[in-house]
């Protein structure tokens, strides 16, 4: 036994511990070692705002904007794939994720206001510059940070994120504009249905060319935290609010059209939420445009990641954002 002991500690001393092997590799020039994802929580305005954080500081940065009814855990593997060539960063909103999520009646949940916060947290994180990254409720958060600073939104990249009419023309929206007119519990509980487990699943796997490619750990995770006391109050609140956006959609074209930011379209074609009708307005407005329709659905990061991640890097790179791709 005590033979078989000292055997054991000597093969553990030798074990190159994951933890302490990756920061090695991390701290030697030119390491291949995937680089490390940080999840870190920065107080705002009295609320805790989780983010994920990779990448060199003095790199060009990319601002990662999620949509509903996930978090900053849409992006996981797309911040690993671009972090050796740029500072990528990813917040949850409030009532997301990690992030906090006081009831109602604590804190106005409108899109006003998750602007604020996401403002205020760019400016404390270091972000002056950054290609801005938006998807569903990203859109309307992203475009009034766009408004607010243009100086600071170096390019555009939209992933199924709505600034025209078009692209809420569709039958999916007909119950939501019917509460946006009249705030009533009658309207209201047709919406109910949204943040239930079976709407959750729908939305990654609807549109998707495979649905055995989509991890059930994404509606599990989304659902979990869905079902949080308070937090089916809180998706009402903000589906309300998405009727202050199409009010902006005027304002956010004109920015387009007068600034002009380099923009790179990767929709999913076949999401019933937000349909490719709404991806080909923006070549009205920009004139830089880097276009692209996937067989996919609403969450097309599930199915191309890998595709997303090369364009966004050949994209950032022509248009001198960064570095070119290592081969």
């Keep these: 036994m005590h033979a078989l002991k000292n055997a054991l500690m000597v093969g553990l001393a030798m074990i190159p511990w994951a933890t302490n092997s990756a920061s090695r590799?991390?701290?030697?020039?030119?390491?291949?070692?995937?680089?490390?994802?940080?999840?870190?929580?920065?107080?705002?305005?009295?609320?805790?705002?989780?983010?994920?954080?990779?990448?060199?500081?003095?790199?060009?940065?990319?601002?990662?904007?999620?949509?509903?009814?996930?978090?900053?855990?849409?992006?996981?593997?797309?911040?690993?794939?671009?972090?050796?060539?740029?500072?990528?960063?990813?917040?949850?909103?409030?009532?997301?994720?990690?992030?906090?999520?006081?009831?109602?009646?604590?804190?106005?949940?409108?899109?006003?206001?998750?602007?604020?916060?996401?403002?205020?947290?760019?400016?404390?994180?270091?972000?002056?510059?950054?290609?801005?990254?938006?998807?569903?409720?990203?859109?309307?958060?992203?475009?009034?940070?766009?408004?607010?600073?243009?100086?600071?939104?170096?390019?555009?990249?939209?992933?199924?994120?709505?600034?025209?009419?078009?692209?809420?023309?569709?039958?999916?929206?007909?119950?939501?504009?019917?509460?946006?007119?009249?705030?009533?519990?009658?309207?209201?509980?047709p919406l109910q249905k949204l943040v239930t487990l079976e709407a959750t699943r729908w939305q990654y796997t609807n549109g998707a060319r495979n649905v055995e490619a989509i991890s059930p750990d994404t509606w599990t995770t989304d659902q979990a935290l869905l079902d949080r006391p308070g937090n089916a109050s809180i998706q009402l609140a903000l589906l309300y609010s998405y009727g202050s956006n199409p009010p902006h959609y005027p304002e956010w074209q004109a920015y387009f059209r007068k600034y002009q930011p380099p923009t790179l379209i990767v929709w999913g074609k076949n999401d019933a939420i937000f349909p490719a009708a709404g991806a080909y307005p923006y070549r009205r407005d920009l004139k830089d445009v880097d276009f692209h329709l996937l067989d996919t659905g609403h969450f097309a990061l599930e199915e191309d990641g890998a595709t997303i991640a090369t364009l966004i890097r050949e994209f950032l790179a022509k248009r001198g954002v960064g570095f070119p791709s290592k081969p």
């Design 25 to 189: 590799a991390d701290d030697r020039a030119g390491s291949t070692a995937t680089p490390q994802v940080f999840h870190r929580t920065m107080k705002v305005d009295g609320l805790d705002i989780f983010y994920r954080e990779a990448g060199p500081k003095d790199a060009p940065a990319i601002l990662l904007l999620h949509g509903f009814p996930t978090s900053s855990h849409m992006f996981r593997n797309l911040i690993p794939a671009l972090a050796d060539r740029y500072h990528v960063v990813a917040p949850d909103y409030p009532g997301y994720g990690n992030s906090s999520a006081p009831p109602v009646d604590k804190f106005e949940y409108t899109f006003d206001n998750l602007a604020k916060v996401i403002d205020t947290f760019t400016e404390r994180v270091g972000l002056d510059k950054y290609a801005l990254y938006v998807q569903d409720y990203g859109a309307p958060v992203g475009y009034r940070l766009a408004v607010k600073h243009p100086e600071r939104v170096s390019a555009l990249i939209v992933q199924n994120g709505n600034a025209y009419e078009e692209g809420i023309a569709n039958d999916f929206w007909a119950p939501i504009k019917v509460y946006w007119k009249d705030r009533t519990e009658a309207n209201a509980a």
